[in-house]
């Protein structure tokens, strides 16, 4: 069986969601090559091809990048186009229509449809007659959480499977570290914060979606009630700075740490006592789930993704969006009361596995091939 993953880039989206599945699929017998902007070298597959598009499909680079993909797919003969995210979906499902007329089926996982309950206007009028055009190219459809699966089945190509998966697995190998205790206090003096300091931690890149300025105001709103609790903000910057100014404007600038991109997250983890997240869009918030695998209570606001992990009160705490004072308060409930938080620490994310990802994807594959 043969393969070619589709994807926009190496470094924020192969290396990060799919190497695990990659090697499974490879270990089953598959040859599995991938086509991507390549920024950073990825560690499995068969072949890897550098492709011309970059993260938004609204460039020329998109339509060159079509027909590199037309003329990769003509050459080699292969039994699944398997595509992700918004230019990964669209250049595949547009460069293998010939490839379609003769066999090949064509995959698309999506990792949270910009058109959801509450989206923009512009998100519903540009994403969701492209990809309700795009579905007509498509023979499987993959959703990671509940409100994406029932649009797809209602809306879309019923001719097409619709299947869905509990996210795209997570790596729980990387957040695994010796020494946990050591590693905190050594980790919070590189910081420079104190081995008694309480530590809120969020990783993400930071842009406007994932709406970190929501947390620095909700650091404030905690330092105005006496606890000057810390920040951790590990992710590439794409706000052009723009957040660093929020914090020195509040004179929280000692406070919020801005780590950049990270490898150690379970280093960091280890330094934190609470997990927060912020983001107005979320497919499924895999942050979420590696936070509690490190035993790090959530308090997270309400969103498609969110709520597709976090049952309010029952293994976290969501709140409204924006509300930075409902966060806040949230925050305080849960480091205030010893047994809450032991509980919240101490959730069961096996489902999430990526091995077991990995094992719902293959049996999806096959089933596409045989449909």
């Known amino acids: 069986m043969k393969i070619l993953l589709v994807a926009n880039v190496a470094k924020e989206h192969v290396n990060k969601f799919h190497i695990p599945t990659i090697k499974y699929l490879i270990s089953k017998g598959w040859q599995v090559d991938i086509a991507c902007s390549v920024d950073a070298e990825v560690p499995a597959g068969d072949n890897i091809y550098h492709m011309s598009w970059k993260r938004s499909p609204f460039t020329l680079k998109t339509f060159i990048g079509i027909e590199e993909l037309k003329k990769l797919i003509a050459k080699n003969d292969y039994n699944i186009i398997y595509c992700h995210t918004p230019v990964g979906g669209l250049v595949a499902r547009v460069a293998a229509r010939s490839a379609r007329k003769k066999g090949v089926k064509v995959v698309y996982c999506g990792h949270g449809l910009h058109f959801y309950k ?30 994406d699966y029932e649009r797809v089945k209602k809306d879309f190509n019923q001719k097409m499977l619709v299947r869905m998966i509990p996210g795209i697995g997570v790596n729980f190998d990387r957040l695994n570290i010796e020494n946990r205790k050591e590693v905190r206090m050594e980790y919070r003096e590189k910081l420079g914060i104190p081995a008694d300091g309480e530590v809120l931690i969020y990783v993400a890149e930071i842009l406007k979606n994932k709406n970190q300025q929501m947390l620095i105001h909700t650091l404030k709103e905690l330092h105005d009630k006496g606890r000057k609790m810390y920040l951790l903000l590990p992710g590439p910057d794409h706000s052009n700075g723009e957040f660093h100014k929020l914090a020195e404007e509040l004179r929280l600038k000692d406070y919020v740490k801005f780590l950049g991109w990270r490898s150690d997250i379970g280093q960091l983890m280890a330094a934190s006592d609470m997990c927060v997240a912020s983001s107005i869009r979320e497919g499924f918030g895999i942050n979420l789930v590696e936070a509690q695998y490190c035993h790090l209570p959530v308090v997270a606001v309400t969103n498609r993704g969110h709520r597709a992990i976090i049952k309010d009160g029952e293994n976290g705490f969501l709140v409204p969006m924006n509300d930075s004072k409902a966060m806040a308060n949230r925050v305080l409930q849960v480091m205030d009361d010893k047994n809450l938080y032991q509980r919240l620490a101490n959730i069961d994310v096996e489902q999430y596995k990526c091995e077991n990802i990995a094992k719902i994807i293959y049996e999806y594959l096959q089933e596409v091939i045989q449909k």
Do not use: C, H, Q, R
């Not at 969701?128 to 959480?145: R, V």
């Open 118 to 147: 509450g989206a923009p206007l512009m998100s519903w009028l540009v994403f969701y007659p492209m990809e309700k055009w795009m579905a007509t190219m498509t023979d499987m459809f993959i959703t990671i959480n509940p409100e």
